[in-house]
């Protein structure tokens, strides 16, 4: 084991899945980091996926970019917006991602003729990428996916097991998020699921030192009593996680609890006294704003709103940062194929076109920028949206009628957006993309500079000549159309490396297309320039 003093606290979930431990172990994150401690947080995914960056939104939500270009969980967004600060590939990694390298170890002779078992060799390359992510930290909050008892997990959870015993138990503790299902029929608040999930723990040879139960109203004293005695967890370390108007008051209810005294005491922390009051503030002006604007959202994922999570979380700490409600309008982008622009952009104060993939739903998002444009409405247009807006100005004001991406017509003649043969990544090393590589290889991901031009709305926003902002898209906008565009009207305002980057149209309010993703960098005690301004605009033009 590391000879560091890294404390870990362990946070697993019973009972079924999603019941918020990513927001949990976020929250507890952020008191341990307001009372002055270096927190550092691990996402550790049961799947066997290397990574979800080749999944559907459908399948798992939201695929959240790293500044290294990691393809993560949307968990990992969480904890940035709730931590304010950068994590990296370190700070995720799925059991595909350990079998992958155990193999190529033995490929590699490094384990000298063994047998290749769970335990040792899968549990540890675990705990050295544990013991990784929390080196340079205080503390490191370790949050475990899945549930207890699915098979995956079985691994990651004998790994926690055994550093409990190695480290002790004034450095690692292990807190389980667990489910109290309301029964109707009986008026009552069911303890069982939870005594059997704690018993499922154990049997496994993990004792939780606290409880957090979900609930969908407040437990009452007897209750959580019973909880205490039946779960062997002492009567101050059962706390109460009921539903909350917004995810960033989580934090408050907890501290209301007193949830780090038990915390305190059994990783010798010392007397914690979190300072929140900013946070408190900003969390009043989300429950009660001074303001309203109502912001257009068109997108085609809209049956799954986890698939835009850190983009409607970024607009929340815009709001909160503005004292405004941001009413979002969501708008299916194939509606308005059938339809017009007109009918559902009517009566909205800003228009944004989030990113996405594929061909279906375009059209709708092209009409929606060009209603946007014509109608002088504020338009933040992101990653896709950006691509489109080149392509809606090619088309409607160069009369270009034949414009289009190569992500959805190979063979047009008038690739406006196209697939760029070679660009310098992040790391200043070339990357080659074909139409036959890998889909997980050909994307440009992570964090590049950008360079923004004088005068511009998006020099305006940041404030600054340079900005880093993250990606995770695969075609590029054609520098061949860039001087017809621009003696047009429509001109490039963001440039990395030559790549264009931003675009902005010259007779109009505020208008503003970036090729990278900024609500990857947005917090609710720093939104992003970009998504805070065009919502002001909203608000102001309105």
Not at 301 to 323: M, V
Request: hydrophobic residues 35%; proline residues 4%; negative net charge.
């Amino acid at each position: 084991m590391s000879d560091n003093q890294t404390k870990y606290i362990f946070v697993t979930g019973g009972v079924l899945s999603s019941l918020g431990k990513g927001i949990t172990a976020a929250s507890i994150g952020t008191l341990l980091k307001h009372s002055g401690f270096r927190v550092g947080v691990l996402k550790l995914d049961p799947y066997i996926n290397v990574d979800p960056g080749t999944m559907s939104p459908l399948e798992h939500g939201e695929v959240f970019v790293t500044k290294d270009g990691a393809e993560t969980d949307l968990d990992l967004g969480h904890y940035e917006r709730f931590l304010d600060n950068s994590l990296t590939q370190n700070n995720n990694f799925t059991t595909g991602q350990i079998y992958k390298t155990v193999i190529e170890n033995e490929r590699q002779g490094k384990y000298l003729g063994k047998t290749i078992q769970i335990v040792p060799h899968i549990t540890n390359e675990i705990k050295e990428r544990i013991i990784l992510a929390g080196e340079p930290k205080d503390i490191l909050i370790v949050e475990l996916g899945g549930t207890t008892g699915d098979m995956e997990g079985m691994p990651f959870l004998e790994t926690i097991r055994q550093m409990r015993h190695e480290l002790g138990k004034n450095r690692v503790m292990n807190i389980h998020v667990t489910l109290l299902p309301y029964i109707r029929t009986a008026d009552e608040l069911k303890t069982k699921p939870t005594q059997h999930s704690v018993q499922e723990l154990r049997r496994i040879g993990i004792t939780p030192q606290m409880l957090i139960l979900r609930a969908e109203e407040r437990i009452p004293n007897d209750i959580r009593k019973k909880i205490a005695f039946t779960c062997d967890i002492d009567e101050d370390s059962v706390i109460e996680a009921i539903d909350a108007p917004t995810i960033y008051e989580v934090p408050l209810n907890f501290k209301i609890q007193e949830i780090l005294s038990p915390i305190a005491k059994q990783l010798k922390l010392g007397d914690l006294k979190p300072n929140m009051q900013e946070w408190s503030g900003l969390v009043r002006k989300i429950l009660e704003p001074k303001n309203k604007t109502t912001i257009s959202f068109v997108g085609k994922y809209l049956d799954l709103k986890e698939s835009y999570k850190s983009l409607t979380e970024a607009l929340i700490h815009a709001g909160a940062n503005l004292d405004t409600k941001v009413e979002i309008k969501w708008v299916d982008s194939e509606k308005i194929e059938n339809n017009s622009a007109k009918q559902y952009l009517l009566d909205c104060d800003g228009v944004l076109v989030a990113g996405g993939f594929g061909e279906r739903g375009v059209e709708g998002k092209i009409q929606a920028i060009q209603y946007a444009r014509e109608n002088k409405i504020p338009f933040l247009g992101i990653c896709l949206g950006m691509q489109l807006a080149m392509i809606e100005y090619a088309r409607n004001v160069l009369g270009i009628k034949e414009a289009n991406s190569i992500e959805f017509d190979a063979n047009t003649k008038e690739p406006v957006i196209f697939l760029i043969d070679e660009f310098i990544d992040a790391a200043g090393a070339k990357q080659i993309r074909t139409t036959t590589s890998p889909m997980g290889g050909t994307m440009r991901l992570g964090e590049y500079e950008c360079n923004t031009k004088e005068g511009s709305n998006l020099r305006e926003a940041y404030g600054i000549s340079t900005i880093f902002e993250r990606h995770r898209h695969r075609y590029e906008a054609n520098p061949t159309y860039r001087e017809a565009l621009e003696l047009n009207g429509m001109i490039i305002t963001g440039e990395s490396n030559g790549l264009i980057e931003a675009v902005e149209v010259v007779d109009h309010p505020w208008f503003l297309g970036v090729q990278f993703h900024p609500e990857f960098t947005s917090r609710l005690q720093s939104p992003n320039p970009s998504i805070l301004t065009f919502v002001k605009k909203s608000l102001d033009l309105k």
